[in-house]
């Protein structure tokens, strides 16, 4: 990608995801193959006149070493050094911008009960941190293409056209082009979006029920007065909106905690902790996970909903209808950015806060009460299809059709 279109993209993740103000600081967490877009990043947070930009530096390769060299127990160990960085991200607030270009298969081979063990000592002594700056904090995901996750989209394609073509498929999910004006198409994209869920708002429907010809048959109670969101969200403290993800396509809610049924069927693969899982049908009873079933990393499948009690219950609903650019490129991204924008999908694990009127002020306590679901995990995974139909229960029992054949009725 030519250096100014590649500075453009910077400052479309700036301006308009992260929405950088003046005297923020900024923490920039990026893949070691992406050097020129993190300094074009960082020259945009500038010009934004962030007070200062720090990069943190991850490699796929390195962790893998990390995984088969060194034991459960110090990989699962949180230094102290770690813990302060985590109270002072608490005081300073900063924005953090994540950019996304890992391997999907980078930890193919490691033993999904290793990851997951990491993965839960680690988190159950970072989450009270993440859990201090919800909503009071801008935060952004983007993605930049690398070798190899551009070789795992493009099988068979030459290593520096796959890259290319990587590339352009990224911008053209985030309509960026040469000639484009990013700031106005994303205004009028987030509106959109916004209508959308002022009219699921406007229905207070209280339960959906899902059902496709592949075998998803499934149905999920809403929290009473939960607000349905797309797009933008709001920064508390600093009183400004942000795009968190890059690309968004979905409208979504958090349901009522353990209040689920029936059967949901997978329609794309995930990546979950540098492993795929892919071709996998979820039951669910009496609002949790009770047997899953996959083609391909059923273990670490069945590891990934038992990290906690939270994670074998739903956390998110989101509605993406199957005209979604991400979903019409063709293409299987591999990653969760880009596929969970394809098609309606679902997420275990942790739910949003911010569907709840007021809930700036109320305690983890209070909204797991109101119905919020909590865990030291959220995953999307996708159910969205061609022939899926959502139906929208009111109170009363009134049935209005939300999606009709994989698209907004």
């Known amino acids: 990608m030519n250096s100014e279109l590649l500075q453009k993209y910077a ?230 909106y942000y795009v968190p993800n890059l690309p968004t396509e979905e409208v979504f809610n958090s349901p009522m905690r353990g209040k689920c049924e029936g059967r949901l069927v997978s329609t794309k693969a995930l990546s979950w902790s540098g492993q795929l899982i892919d071709e996998f049908i979820v039951d669910f009873k009496d609002g949790k996970v009770v047997d899953c079933q996959a083609k391909v990393g059923e273990e670490t499948l069945k590891k990934m909903f038992a990290i906690d009690e939270g994670s074998s219950m739903l956390g998110e609903v989101a509605l993406v209808p199957k005209e979604s650019p991400i979903n019409q490129s063709g293409l299987m991204f591999y990653n969760t950015l880009f596929d969970e924008n394809a098609c309606c999908h679902v997420a275990v694990g942790g739910g949003f806060g911010e569907v709840i009127e007021g809930y700036i002020d109320m305690t983890k306590e209070e909204l797991f009460e109101k119905g919020i679901n909590d865990s030291l995990i959220h995953v999307d995974f996708m159910v969205g299809s061609d022939d899926l139909d959502i139906v929208g229960i009111k109170e009363d029992g009134t049935e209005v059709p939300v999606f009709v054949n994989g698209t907004w009725a």
């Open 11 to 240: 400052q479309l993740i700036v301006k308009v995801g992260a929405n950088v103000q003046k005297g923020q600081k900024v923490r920039l967490t990026t893949e070691v193959d992406q050097a020129p877009l993190a300094v074009a990043i960082t020259e945009e947070c500038y010009k934004a006149g962030a007070a200062h930009v720090e990069v943190l530096w991850q490699c796929g390769k390195v962790k893998k070493l990390d995984y088969q060299y060194a034991s459960t127990e110090v990989l699962g160990t949180v230094e102290k050094w770690e813990e302060e960085k985590g109270r002072q991200m608490v005081e300073d607030l900063p924005v953090r911008i994540f950019i996304e270009s890992a391997d999907p298969d980078v930890l193919n081979g490691i033993s999904p009960d290793v990851i997951s063990t990491v993965t839960k000592m680690r988190s159950s002594v970072m989450k009270k941190f993440r859990d201090q700056i919800d909503g009071k904090h801008q935060w952004v995901i983007a993605a930049a293409a690398s070798p190899a996750w551009a070789k795992k989209v493009f099988p068979g394609v030459e290593e520096a056209e796959a890259v290319e073509k990587l590339w352009d498929a990224i911008l053209s999910c985030v309509y960026l082009s040469e000639d484009a004006d990013p700031e106005a198409i994303w205004t009028a994209h987030t509106e959109k979006m916004t209508e959308k869920a002022n009219w699921l708002n406007e229905q207070q429907f209280t339960e959906l029920r899902y059902k496709s010809s592949n075998g998803t048959d499934f149905s999920v109670q809403l929290i009473p007065g939960a607000k349905w969101s797309g797009a933008r969200d709001f920064n508390h403290d600093n009183k400004v």
